[in-house]
């Protein structure tokens, strides 16, 4: 042992030390200054314990003050003196190694706080008999070790929460979230996207360049890798929300979703992978599609209403000026009638009491043309509904098959007329000459719009009325109905418009009076029914 080190032992064990330290004394001493270092030492032969300035200061006790044993466990932590207690035994054991370490608290003497402190040190054995004779080490502040392990721990513990935290989000997340790689991998799945996707195959790239993703966008565009959230956000991109629909290459199902994802960074801001959700708006989508052809239906409905109401009005405001022009027809020709009964009375006392034949020719002229007046009178009496009529049962079918003969022979070859008749057809109640002139009128109507000829049908049925559609509808009940029919040049719009109005024709000048419909659409109002017509240009 060097001369330094036994002196530097010495002075450990309490001896006296020379009146002048030696160079390496120094150094030594400077060196456990500068480490913060406090020696102790025990010498077990003569039972004395010897600490230096800094081991006492580290008790917060001053540098002439006595220590010992007891005094010294006296003011270890409770919590920590078991272990201080086994360690020196360890040391002190001779089968061991004699080394000793511990760390530890002790309570200070100066403000009764703890402090943590380590030591480490040796026990020195005599070889013939194993005692320990000496027990010397080093005791050093660990506080701030200590400090910075418990923030650490603290941190740690901290990290520990918000990972559980931040994993308990992502297990119970509603919306479905899974990661990828910087490479386009999918490397996890919450169980959200898990249960929406029992193979969680997110965009990623596999080796046959396939993604189980490819839908197509809502332009109708087929949605490639690239455009995926996923890969895009690999490149640095942020999508808020894709709506895309998708169908399965196995099942062919086809379903709407929408997906978003946000690239991952590091400290660096470099991206190491991707972070996408995805979430099932199908039933969404779905309801949104039902309420636009709701919508749409509900527009269409409202529309075929607001076409109906135009039509119920433009036949209500039809009828009324019909009724207008039946009344003012009305008059007129009750008035007309009353001056053709007078001339026709006095032209027939003048013809009785003319001698010249030359005289006569013309009077009769005179009173023919009256006598047309008159029937020209009668037929704007119909119209007005102040024709006289008897009405009486008849036989719908009876009168029709009647006519059937008749009217082939007027209309002329080139028409065709046929009958369908129901057999379990009702008696009517109405005038049987005015409805046999109006069947006739009706279809020389029909032949005069086939000059090339074409087909007749007359029909007759029972029909059970619900309520009014137009204005001048019969009421709820039972009817029975005739339908007369051909395969003509057929009416505009315009000219349905004004069928009914009396003078109204679309022949030339000369070929018609225009009080066909009008007298048949009397007859069928003053007999409580009700009349209609259809046509289409070219279809009869």
Not at 91 to 107: H, K, M, Q, S
Not at 160 to 174: C, G, Q
Not at 212 to 219: H, K, R, S, V, Y
Not at 489 to 513: I, N, Q, W
Request: hydrophobic share 45%; proline share 5%.
């Amino acid at each position: 042992m060097t001369t330094a080190w036994s002196r530097w032992v010495a002075r450990l064990l309490g001896r006296r030390p020379t009146p002048a330290l030696e160079p390496a004394d120094e150094d030594h001493r400077l060196v456990l200054e500068a480490a913060g270092l406090g020696t102790w030492a025990y010498d077990f032969r003569t039972q004395v314990l010897t600490w230096d300035m800094h081991s006492k200061a580290f008790l917060g006790l001053p540098p002439d003050a006595p220590v010992n044993g007891e005094m010294f466990f006296a003011r270890v932590h409770p919590d920590d003196r078991e272990a201080l207690l086994a360690a020196r035994r360890a040391a002190l054991d001779p089968t061991g190694r004699g080394e000793f370490r511990a760390e530890y608290r002790v309570i200070s003497f100066a403000d009764n706080q703890p402090r943590w402190l380590a030591s480490f040190g040796r026990a020195f054995f005599d070889p013939a008999t194993r005692r320990c004779t000496r027990f010397i080490g080093v005791a050093f502040d660990i506080g701030a070790r200590k400090r910075a392990e418990g923030e650490r721990e603290q941190l740690l513990a901290q990290l520990a929460a918000e990972r559980a935290r931040v994993t308990a989000l992502f297990e119970h997340l509603p919306i479905a979230v899974g990661f990828h790689d910087i490479d386009g991998r999918f490397i996890q799945a919450n169980p959200a996207l898990r249960q929406l996707v029992p193979n969680a195959a997110l965009p990623s790239r596999d080796p046959s360049g396939r993604s189980e993703w490819l839908g197509f966008a809502p332009d109708g565009r087929r949605l490639e890798l690239p455009e995926v959230p996923a890969a895009r956000a690999l490149r640095g991109e942020t999508v808020a929300g894709l709506e895309f629909l998708h169908r399965q290459f196995d099942s062919g199902e086809e379903r709407w979703w929408r997906v978003g994802a946000v690239p991952m960074r590091d400290a660096d801001a470099a991206i190491t992978g991707a972070l996408a959700f995805l979430v099932d708006i199908d039933r969404e989508k779905r309801a949104e599609a039902a309420l636009r052809r709701l919508n749409e239906e509900l527009e269409q409905r409202v529309a075929l209403a607001v076409a109906e109401r135009l039509k119920a009005e433009a036949s209500l405001h039809q009828a009324q000026k019909i009724e207008a022009i039946g009344l003012l027809t009305g008059g007129v020709a009750h008035d007309f009638n009353n001056l053709l009964t007078a001339i026709l009375g006095n032209l027939e006392l003048v013809e009785m009491r003319l001698a010249d034949d030359r005289l006569r020719r013309p009077v009769e002229a005179a009173i023919r043309s009256a006598e047309r007046g008159a029937r020209l009178i009668e037929q704007l009496l119909a119209f007005s509904r102040r024709q006289h009529l008897t009405p009486q049962p008849v036989d719908l079918n009876a009168a029709v098959a009647g006519m059937s003969e008749m009217l082939k022979r007027t209309l002329g070859g080139t028409v065709d007329v046929r009958t369908e008749l129901a057999p379990d057809a009702w008696a009517a109640l109405i005038d049987p000459t005015q409805l046999e002139l109006a069947l006739l009128n009706l279809a020389i109507n029909a032949r005069d719009a086939m000059p090339l000829g074409g087909s007749l049908v007359i029909e007759t049925r029972n029909v059970a009325a619900g309520a009014p559609r137009r204005p001048d509808d019969v009421g709820p009940g039972d009817y029975v109905a005739v339908a007369v029919s051909d395969t003509g040049e057929g009416m505009t719009d315009e000219v349905l418009a004004h069928a009914f109005e009396p003078f109204f024709t679309t022949k030339e000048v000369g070929k018609g009076s225009g009080l066909g419909l009008s007298q048949v659409y009397g007859l069928v109002k003053q007999s409580g029914g009700s009349i209609a017509l259809t046509s289409q240009r070219g279809r009869g």
